[in-house]
């Protein structure tokens, strides 16, 4: 495919669309050419304000369009697995919202099949996409500070309750882990790996989904507190403590943000990066790129780490007796 343009679908018109189409129509060589949705008039207002050439009122009319160059999957997590193979069976590279699936069994189930189809599959965990995360890990990696010891991270902010919404129903993979906790979840693993033992407790809301989780990793040298919570809003730092300073990743720390480094002395540095998108187009970018190059897997994104994410959230998950069928 070279440098042609990149011709995009999305199934799902929701409010994660919206913001990944803003930054995807920014984006030279590629473009929204196809929105698919369950409703055909919610397609085809979306197809207007994102200037799509083509509105579907069903996800499998989208899939049969042999201009669709690739998938951006932007629906509730339990449907994530289903909507995947979807585009995959008819060859179409996928590009999948986190988290992949609701566990291992069926991330496994769909890197599977796209080894099978010889298709791209890639997680949409855009946060290791941005420029300052990728700063922040790369210090870590050459121990700026010498050694990390402990690594605090937290997500929460405080959704209206309502069990229809998919934050909240148990059936569309609702819960504050999944959805957000994942994002400090992820941070440790970049940074530290997976961990020796796990500890987790939780809150729930009536609907028997997570309203906070509190977890701790523990490794031999070191130590991750990690919080998510539905309950209320909270700064979504991501704090390094390393042998001689801190790393901290500015609130919130999963969308483009800042750095701050402190020393031993406590002296300050902050770090700013240049964001003119959203964020989202770092990983499109990159998903272009491998559609150009003709590859299968993302050497950012790994099957392996998608592995590694969602089996330690299903390790988190059976800590805190959180079951969806
Ligand atoms: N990377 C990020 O920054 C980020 C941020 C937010 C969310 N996400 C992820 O993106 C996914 C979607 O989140 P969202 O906030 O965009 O959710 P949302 O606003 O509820 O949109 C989800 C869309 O999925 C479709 N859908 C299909 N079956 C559905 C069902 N039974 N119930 C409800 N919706 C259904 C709907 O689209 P149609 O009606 O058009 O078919 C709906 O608008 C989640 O997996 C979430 O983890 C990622």
Redesign the pocket.
Known sequence: MKDEIVHWGII??????K?FATDLITIPNAKLYAIA???LV??KNFGETFQADVAYGDYKELVLDPNVDAVYI????S??KEHTMLCLNHHIPVLC???FAMNLEEVEEMIQLARKKETLLME?M?TIFLPHFRYALDLIDKQHFGALIKLEADFGFQPEYNERS?LFDKQ?GGGSLL?IGIYPVFAALSSLGSPEHIEAKAEFFPTGVDSECDIQFHYKNALAKLKSTFKKETYTEAIFHCKDGIIKINGRFH?PSSISLIDHNGNKELKTFDNNTLGYSYEIEHFNQLIRQGKTESDIMTFEKSIQLISTLDKVRQCIGLEYK
């Open positions: 799902g018109a929701g409010s994660i669309a913001k949705s369950r409703t919610k397609a932007a629906t509730p997590h449907f994530h919202e986190k988290p949409a855009w998919r569309l959805d969308e």
